[in-house]
């Protein structure tokens, strides 16, 4: 036929002294061999990109950038990926695990050294002349020293060094004696709460080892869907250090060490993940200086970049840690991000920079500062809701509770722990707080300040338990308010904190939502508010009250809250949620929040503590209480890595 003539035609000169039938095959087949085997090729290829990033094809084939999808805008993946390109002698810091997870000889001997006692753990880190004041006898000191001095050999300007972050704190964060008090009636209450925190664990420890949760009712364990597996150990690190349960901080440590997996390909919350993950980590390495949370934080840190890869470099809420995508919550509306959960990330993303010395993690959260500094605020509130494609708002729904809280509790902490040079955090803070009172805090008829919830200008008077953390946070920033404005900061912050306690009955726990209409004060109208889930925020709130006013009666209120928690939430193995606060023949939950052991205990056994445990000079507690230190840069660096930054 013409047609074959013509292939013949056009080929038979590349093949010289070869006939077209001369390998058995006809043109046409081999035509169609060869689009077939050109197809197969292309379908491998185009493989590659849905394989996990940990397949060594994968890594083979393709650069790391060429990994991910690439967009453009200030957040976009590639720019993270760039930033995160090191000098060749800096790719892999002492103690890190590398991309590929194999670990370095410092961290392999790290897990391989048997459980330390408390004591043993504060000895090792002795490192700068602060801790030598502190507790240890002055021979212990100077090895301890010796060792710090050495683990931190090698330690550029450019590195993160323990031992001069030690030497930054003006106090010991354990204070003298671990924070025990002289009054033996208080002691004797901390002791019950450690009891309680021995207890918590105990349980979730022999029936929910490894998953995000302890069910203490049916006496198994629960994973969700919302972040990864462990949740209650990563959480418990921090506040077993604390209150010296040694053997308990061990078994997470080594759990930490083998098993946290961070490759899991589910979808976890960005926020979540952030002040549950890396917030306790970064704790468990402050606190203790073990290199394998140091090692840990950073390789998660890295995981949560592309959620920041949008138009606007706001990002979305929920992340694939193992294959990088991210996409918005099914619930917010329209593809929206949520406040408190973008403006959470600061205090956890500055320390980030600081441990990696990367500045990615720094730009990432100044960028969503600017973003909010620039968009028009309604009546200078923030809405819930802002677009991370446009950048604008999505709803004008405004609230102090769930969806805006830790947005307002960040711009604050962020001040403080800048060691109150962050001046762009105090002016924002400052300012929301004034559209607040402005627009939100409201009078009861029976005398009670609350803050209500805004929707497009018409008051909600609800307040939600969530809300009762904001006594707590007024009253931290009352001291850097204008001077004309600081005793109203303190009163206002009392008076929140006494509306919190009088939702307190008569279970003497309180409902998720209570309410100031329809003839109510500060009670759950509705029947699905009723329910309380072993939340902090209430006794958050005291903490920090008692530490600003030692006012007897935030102890008291405490104490309170520890009887209730006995007689209506410990069960045979462990602590549960109750469903109706108005109930005293309770129904169980099921469910011990890993925020019980991260917060409600942790700020109870501060609460009976003296204050120097934990110093409010040198830590700043992120929202799930996880303590971080306040960043000292001109203690931190040398003048040369100061002047860096500041030219950047
Ligand atoms: C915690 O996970 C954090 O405090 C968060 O900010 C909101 N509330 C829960 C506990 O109630």
Redesign the pocket.
Known sequence: SYKKKKVHLFVSPGLPGVSASGMGLRLSQKFMFLLFLSGLVTLCFGALFFLPDSVRLKRIFLSKTETQPVTVGSGSENDAREHLKKPRDQEHPRGMTSAKGETSTKLKTLTRKPSVSHEATEERLAGGKAQEDFTLPRSKAESASERATASDRGATSDTFSYAKFKGCLLKPPLGRDNGKPSDPRTDERREKVKEMMKFAWDNYKRYAWGKNELRPVTRNGHIGNMFGKGASIIDSLDTLYIMGLMEEYNDAKEWVQNSLDLNSNGEASL??VN??YVGGLLSAYYLTGEEVFKSKVLELGEKLLPAFNTPTGIPRGVINLGSGTSWSWGWASAGSSIL?EFG?LHLEFVHLTELSRNSIYTEKVMNIRKVLNKIEKPHGLYPNFLSPVSGNWVQHHVSIG?LG??FY?YLIKSYLMSDKTDDDAKKMYYGALEAIEANLVQKSPGGLTYMAEWRGGILDHKMG??AC?SGGMIGIGADDGAPEKRQHYLDLAAEITHTCHESYTPTKLGPEAFRFDGGGEATATRLNDRYY?L???VI?SYMYMWRLTHDPKYREWGWEAVEALEQHCRVESGFSGIRDVYTMTVSHDNMQ???FL??TLKYLYLLFSDDDLLPLEDWVFN???HPLPVVRKSCLQDKATQDKTVSK
């Open positions: 926020f979540e002040i549950r408190a959470t769930g809280d830790s509790e338990h969530l953390f889930i939340r902090p925020e958050e929040q890993s925020f991260s917060e929202t799930e209480a």
